[in-house]
């Protein structure tokens, strides 16, 4: 059976307007303003963060780091208290996300990692990363 025109579901626009996120660790070291790079030294690690669409002030439809060009899925919907009471909206509890990597993946060396959260909606994709943020293999 053929799909017209109308419906097919489209792909989302790229929007680089801001949205809410943070990283909070990778390879269990938590990150601050300060820390622009971790180094790994795990066989396997994870990165864990919180985000949320700002724009329609709700969870996200789905959230995506970007390591080398290379888009990964995260983990969604993971619980976070502290989110939902910082920013005083309990439909923000399930915002957290996390994303199990292998060190074996990555050359030796730094690497540059972004965020990518999709709208509610489903509609956009927010793109811009607010500061670039780094991991560096060890061998």
Known sequence: MEISTNQKQSEPRESKRNTSY???????????????NVNV?????MVKGWAFDKHSNAPAK????VINNKRYK????????S???????PSLLKTGFSRKLKKADY???KHQISIVIV???GKVEYTNPKK???????K
């Open 22 to 36: 943070r990283f909070m660790e990778i390879d269990d070291k938590k990150l601050t303003a300060d820390r622009k």
């Open 41 to 45: 030294t795990s066989d396997e690690f």
């Open 62 to 65: 789905d959230v995506y780091i």
């Open 74 to 81: 995260c983990s969604y919907g993971l619980e976070r208290k």
């Open 83 to 89: 989110i939902a009471e910082r920013f005083e909206n």
């Open 107 to 109: 050359e030796q060396g």
């Open 119 to 121: 709208s509610t909606d």
């Open 132 to 138: 670039p943020l780094f991991f560096t293999i060890l």
